[in-house]
Nanobody, 126 residues
Framework: QVDLVESGGDSVQSGGSLRVSCVST?????????MGWFRRAPGKEREGVAG???????NYADSVKGRFTISQDNAEKTLYLQMTSLKPEDTAMYYC???????????????????WGQGTQVTVSS
């Protein structure tokens, strides 16, 4: 059963903005867990983009700091990634992930996360 479902991926021009979303179909409340956004570009390994822990503390990859913002709406059981000043190098499949590991930190390490969505494609053209 698919639990995390991403949406909002699109093709945008360089410098544009986009918000991708991740809904929990299981109804699990996000604030009890750590959540993260990861991406995989063609020919590259998956990398952590942003993470948030159960207290709302956030972590960002250096490449997106100041441009991307991770947030969550617990009432709607939705995780967001707001992306601004997009660059062609941001082109990738974006995945959301949940960690139910006790003491998780919302890190950018994929081994911390044990549930994954199927991804949404973001393409940035120059």
């Amino acid at each position: 059963q698919v639990d995390l479902v991403e949406s909002g991926g699109d093709s945008v021009q360089s410098g544009g903005s986009l918000r991708v979303s991740c809904v929990s179909t299981s109804g699990l409340v996000y604030r009890r867990y750590c959540m993260g956004w990861f991406r995989r570009a063609p020919g590259k390994e998956r990398e952590g983009v942003a993470g948030i822990d159960s207290d709302g503390r956030t972590n960002y990859a250096d490449s997106v700091k100041g441009r991307f913002t991770i947030s969550q709406d617990n009432a709607e059981k939705t995780l967001y990634l707001q992306m601004t000043s997009l660059k062609p190098e941001d082109t990738a499949m974006y995945y959301c992930a949940r960690s139910t590991v006790v003491g998780c930190s919302g890190s950018l390490q994929d081994y911390e996360y044990n549930y994954w969505g199927q991804g949404t494609q973001v393409t940035v053209s120059s």
